[in-house]
């Protein structure tokens, strides 16, 4: 239950029904939810090491922001971590696992208002495959960090389409095990400007 609370709180952060600077009421949180305060402390804990939640000593919690310094060193993050999970997994990549990333991106054509949580999920079958659980953890909360911006970005830039045909792109050299162009690709997809 308490997955399914924390996965609640952090969806409503970054899908932005709770904007950066917000107040998170851990009373109000507890009662609309159905829980006592433990659990909501926990997922405070939780989200703060995320990077979603600040936690203010004797004035409470608040959604957290991010400069855009901030957003910059944590696509850098992202990249070189992302790009070292690709290298990695190139080699491992199947079939199977080729068929379930096109389906994804065919499953984000057709519902691009779950785009932001099919796409985490693409990254995650690609990056699979180098059988590295703690740097695919590592890139998870990194691409949750910074998500409810890409998201924003998307929807200011309007570059859904351009996203998705790099993601062909990228998809179609890792199938032809192109490591250095797909790692390059990548690479360019996480760091350029909206």
């Not at 936690?55 to 957003?71: F, K, M, N, T, Y």
């Not at 944590?74 to 070189?80: D, K, P």
């Not at 054509?109 to 785009?115: G, N």
């Amino acid at each position: 239950m308490t997955d399914a609370l924390l996965e609640t709180l952090r969806n409503d952060i970054v899908s932005g029904r709770l904007a950066p600077g917000e107040p998170l009421r851990q009373d109000e949180i507890a009662r609309s939810l159905g829980v006592s305060h433990v659990p909501i402390r926990e997922m405070f804990l939780k989200l703060q090491a995320e990077g979603l939640v600040e936690i203010r000593p004797r004035r409470g919690a608040i959604v957290a922001d991010l400069s855009a310094a901030e957003i910059e060193e944590l696509n850098e993050m992202r990249a070189a971590l992302e790009r070292l999970a690709l290298e990695t997994a190139i080699p491992n990549i199947t079939k199977a696992d080729i068929r379930r990333a096109k389906d994804l991106l065919d499953r984000i054509d057709e519902q691009p208002e779950r785009w932001a949580e099919l796409n985490i999920a693409f990254h995650s079958i690609i990056y699979g495959p180098a059988a590295r659980p703690r740097l695919c953890n590592e890139i998870l909360a990194l691409q949750r960090n910074v998500e409810r911006y890409v998201r924003r970005e998307v929807e200011v830039t309007n570059n859904f389409a351009a996203s998705q045909r790099e993601h062909r792109r990228l998809l179609m050299l890792i199938e032809k095990k192109k490591t250095e162009e797909a790692c390059s690709l990548l690479s360019a997809h996480i760091l350029k400007p909206g």
